[in-house]
Nanobody, 112 residues
Framework: VQLVESGGGLVQPGGSLRLSCIGS???????MGWYREAHGKQRELVAT???????QYVDSVKGRFTISRDNARNTVHLQMNRLKPEDTAVYYC????????WGQGTQVTVSS
């Protein structure tokens, strides 16, 4: 399955973005997640969603980010609200455990 992320951009602090990820094949059997990699830091998993729709988040994004999926369309989304400068990173989607090839990611920059 190849993954293609989109929806990133430049946004002011407090703003919102909605990221999308589409797979070339089905990932309906996998827990899916959004990862991010900030400059000079390791890639981290920030949100996951199970096949049934249960979600988990790292503390730094709880209450601000919402992950969702559409199994029929092989898509995963990340709604990001109340963005902070520390959310600046390249965002990637993949399964929990990163079983698929990484896509190119989408850059999110939060700056005034």
């Amino acid at each position: 399955v190849q993954l293609v992320e989109s929806g990133g951009g430049l946004v002011q602090p407090g703003g919102s973005l909605r990221l999308s990820c589409i797979g070339s094949g089905s990932f309906s059997g996998y827990v899916m997640g959004w990862y991010r990699e900030a400059h000079g830091k390791q890639r981290e998993l920030v949100a996951t969603v199970t096949v049934g729709g249960s979600t988990q988040y790292v503390d730094s994004v709880k209450g601000r980010f919402t992950i969702s999926r559409d199994n029929a369309r092989n898509t995963v989304h990340l709604q990001m609200n109340r963005l902070k400068p520390e959310d600046t990173a390249v965002y990637y989607c993949n399964s929990d455990g990163a079983y698929f090839l990484w896509g190119q990611g989408t850059q999110v920059t939060v700056s005034s």
